[in-house]
């Protein structure tokens, strides 16, 4: 029988060594039956040598060159930043953190009268006979916050001339008669005036400050004692146009309410 030889160093599959065996095995077979007889059993006693051939066959197998084992290791897991937890948060811990951000607006303030000055400012302190005196009347609020006007102290529109602040004046001798107002005219009666609505502030800004210009023309021309209110026209008494003499006279005015210190004025003897 044919020897299969198998090159030395030479790593063999296990399908390679499995085929060899099955070769070997038919070979031998192939032997005894070719020759039977009563030799048959010392020819499968000679079939010995396949066994050797086998183990032969297993023992040739060269060994796997040892590799070097390597261990692989298991990488630990990066380690991943927790979330964080959130607590429960108590219903009385909410409405402090919510307390803690609301922005509380405390309500505006009511006017006060006492917070509000009027003052009376003439262009001259002496004038010639016949010279216009010109007035001016002030009311400032002293205090830089805003109000709410809802005691009505801040009245704007009606009959007075633009830009519509409600004003009086009035010019008086050094016997304490009025011989000037700035609301009196010439005749009184007639038909009733028709005035745009006024009203009253519903807010004073902060440091509120408005002025009122007025003049007298030195004519003596009082308010009328007769009623403004009727259908008929009639002169005014107290409003005859004549110039008043040389003197001292004291001029007083009012922004609505508010009182102004009074003002004195000296005109001159021609």
């Given at each position: 029988m044919e020897k299969t030889s198998i090159p030395k160093g030479r790593i063999l599959s296990w399908g390679t060594v499995l085929a060899l065996l099955l070769l070997a095995g038919a070979a031998a077979v192939a032997s005894a039956s070719a020759s039977p007889g009563p030799n048959l059993a010392r020819r499968l006693a000679t079939s010995a040598p396949s066994k050797r051939l086998y183990v032969a066959v297993l023992s040739t197998v060269p060994k796997s060159p040892s590799v070097p084992s390597t261990t692989v290791g298991t990488q630990a897991p990066s380690p991943v930043a927790a979330e964080p937890t959130t607590a429960p948060v108590s219903a009385k811990s909410a409405a402090t953190a919510l307390a803690g951000t609301t922005t509380t607006t405390e309500p505006m303030a009511v006017c006060q009268a006492s917070q509000f000055v009027a003052t009376t400012t003439t262009d001259q302190a002496s004038y010639a006979p016949g010279?216009?005196?010109?007035?001016?009347?002030?009311?400032?609020?002293?205090?830089?916050?805003?109000?709410?006007?809802?005691?009505?102290?801040?009245?704007?529109?009606?009959?007075?001339?633009?830009?519509?602040?409600?004003?009086?004046?009035?010019?008086?001798?050094?016997?304490?008669?009025?011989?000037?107002?700035?609301?009196?005219?010439?005749?009184?009666?007639?038909?009733?005036e028709n005035c745009p609505a006024g009203i009253y502030l519903s807010t004073v800004p902060g440091g509120f400050s408005a002025t009122v210009d007025l003049s007298w023309a030195q004519d003596l021309c009082g308010d009328s004692p007769l009623s403004d209110v009727g259908p008929t026209v009639v002169p005014n008494p107290n409003c005859p146009g004549t110039p008043v003499p040389a003197g001292t006279y004291q001029i007083t005015t009012s922004w609505e309410r508010f009182l102004a210190p009074p003002v004195t004025i000296t005109i001159a003897s021609s």
């Open positions: 010279q216009t005196v010109n007035i001016s009347v002030t009311l400032k609020d002293t205090s830089s916050d805003p109000c709410a006007d809802s005691m009505n102290l801040i009245w704007q529109g009606g009959c007075a001339p633009p830009p519509g602040w409600e004003t009086t004046a009035t010019a008086t001798n050094s016997t304490g008669q009025v011989v000037w107002d700035v609301n009196a005219r010439p005749t009184t009666g007639g038909l009733p």
